[in-house]
């Protein structure tokens, strides 16, 4: 435990051996921060235990939304990779399990040295994320990509997408 404590002394400028050794505890402080960003939105979200194919739940209306989330700590670069299959604890002999489309409805990817999640509802395994300009210019970004995507997945009817913008009425999403 000292010694977690001791490397994580500096989150999240912690050296690569610190990262890798404690990378579970990685993972969770990306939840908790996804976990953190929704309820400051106003979504009542969990954070689920281990052996699931999901991280969090949220509830939005009557529906509960499913989301993975993978962390990075990030580097010096703008742009970083995710992976989106299961951890180390989901590989079979023959490699790494895949995930199944109906496993989740999002996923968020989390670049803690950012600060930044950014979210998708794609069933592609592989992203590059790099932090939008229009993210440092809205502090709503995030938020706006969040609730967008719930639209597309269908968590949201078009009224409760633009009440939630604030311009109930207007056409169609726009998934700035």
Same mark, same amino acid.
């Given at each position: ?6 490397? =994580?002394?500096? =989150?999240?400028?912690? /050296? !690569? ?5 404690? #990378?579970?505890?990685? #993972? ?5 921060? +996804?976990?953190? %960003? ?9 954070? +689920?235990?281990?052996?699931? *194919? ?5 509830? +939005?209306g ?9 962390? !990075? ?10 992976d ?8 079979? !002999?023959d ?7 109906? /496993? &989740? $409805? ?12 950014? &979210? ?9 994320v ?7 210019? /809205? *502090? ?5 990509? &969040?609730?967008?995507?719930? &639209?597309?997945?269908?968590a949201?009817? !078009?009224?409760?997408? $633009?009440?939630? %913008?604030? $311009? +109930? #009425?207007? *056409? #169609?999403?726009? $998934?700035?």
């Open positions: 435990m000292i010694a977690r404590q001791i490397a =994580f002394r500096h =989150f999240p400028h912690i /050296d !690569k051996d610190a990262a890798s050794h404690f #990378g579970c505890h990685i #993972g969770l402080i990306g939840e908790h921060l +996804v976990a953190a %960003r929704l309820i400051s939105w106003g979504y009542n979200t969990i954070v +689920v235990g281990n052996n699931l *194919p999901y991280d969090l739940i949220t509830e +939005v009557h529906q509960t939304v499913r989301i993975q989330v993978k962390s !990075k700590l990030g580097g010096n670069g703008d742009s970083w990779t995710f989106l299959t299961p951890s180390s604890a989901g590989r079979t !002999k490699g790494p399990n895949r995930y199944a489309r109906t /496993d &989740f $409805h999002l996923a968020a990817l989390v670049v803690l040295r950012m600060g930044y999640v950014s &979210f998708t509802a794609s069933a592609a395994r592989s992203f590059e790099r932090i939008p300009t229009a993210r440092m210019l /809205d *502090p709503d970004y995030e938020r706006h990509q &969040f609730e967008a995507l719930l &639209f597309d997945v269908g949201l009817s !078009k009224e409760q997408f $633009h009440a939630l %913008r604030g $311009h +109930v #009425g207007a *056409p #169609g999403p726009d $998934h700035t």
